[in-house]
């Protein structure tokens, strides 16, 4: 039987810089002999991308806070059914821009959900699976809220106060402080290339293929 492949989860504030990291760290993997997929949350499946869509229409601004609570957690249980748990079962490794992470950051601190109800619904969906690693994109919002709105349309999320963004990243590093086994923040106001080395730097620690 194959050994179970490993989740990494990307996370950090709007525009830090993690879903461009994801390509490259899937290409270098690969170059080991390891086979990856490349996911995303909310989505990465057929009825969780519909979920994703209904989370992020500006159309649903005002959306009670449970139910985008609960959105979040079904779109999860569905990627989880049909991408996420199959690949680490064959084997495969999983790279995921975003994950439950996300949900105590913006659910958590954004709309000020108590974590402990956030907690139950990660066991509840997620049993006992935890990511292996958790890369922690990190920079001051005002520069990522910049990097990111040069781009498109403001979704229901980017059109968010910095507040609501600085309280994410807040929720961000005390996780990753309680918890440096797992967690690897990374400084993205650097330039991209130093931002991939210390990206392949950390996963490198998970397996000796990378070594
Ligand atoms: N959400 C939630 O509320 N609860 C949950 O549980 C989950 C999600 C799972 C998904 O949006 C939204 O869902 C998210 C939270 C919510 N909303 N917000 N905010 P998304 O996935 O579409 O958006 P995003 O995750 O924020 O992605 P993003 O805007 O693409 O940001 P990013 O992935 O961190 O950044 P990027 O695309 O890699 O880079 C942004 C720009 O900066 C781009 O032009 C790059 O070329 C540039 N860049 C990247 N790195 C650098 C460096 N090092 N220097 C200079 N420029 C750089």
């Known amino acids: 039987m194959s050994q179970r492949g490993r989740l990494i989860t990307?996370?950090?504030?709007?525009?830090?810089?993690?879903?461009?990291?994801?390509?490259?760290?899937?290409?270098?993997?690969?170059?080991?002999g390891l086979t990856v997929i490349t996911t995303r949350e909310p989505g990465g499946s057929p009825i969780a991308e519909r979920i994703r869509a209904l989370l992020l229409d500006r159309a649903n601004t005002g959306m009670d806070g449970t139910a985008e609570l609960l959105l979040v957690f079904a779109a999860r249980a569905e990627h989880l059914a049909q991408v996420i748990t199959p690949a680490l079962t064959a084997g495969?490794?999983?790279?995921?821009?975003?994950?439950?992470?996300?949900?105590?950051?913006?659910q958590g601190g954004g709309r000020g959900i108590d974590p402990s109800r956030i907690a139950v619904l990660e066991d509840l969906v997620q049993g006992a699976l935890r990511p292996d690693l958790t890369l922690v994109f990190d920079l001051p919002p005002a520069l990522g809220l910049a990097r990111a709105r040069g781009r498109s349309e403001p979704d229901r999320f980017e059109a968010?106060?910095?507040?609501?963004?600085?309280?994410?990243?807040?929720?961000?590093?005390?996780?990753?402080?309680?918890?440096?086994?797992?967690?690897?923040?990374?400084?993205?106001?650097?330039?991209?290339?130093?931002?991939?080395?210390?990206?392949?730097?950390s996963v490198a620690a998970l397996d000796e293929r990378c070594a």
């Open 160 to 201: 968010e106060r910095l507040s609501f963004f600085d309280t994410a990243r807040a929720v961000y590093l005390s996780r990753a402080a309680a918890d440096p086994g797992r967690y690897r923040v990374l400084d993205t106001t650097r330039p991209f290339g130093e931002v991939s080395a210390a990206v392949t730097r």
């Open 92 to 106: 495969t490794w999983v790279l995921c821009d975003r994950f439950t992470d996300a949900t105590y950051a913006y």
């Open 10 to 32: 990307f996370e950090g504030i709007e525009g830090a810089g993690k879903s461009s990291q994801i390509a490259p760290l899937a290409d270098w993997l690969r170059a080991r």
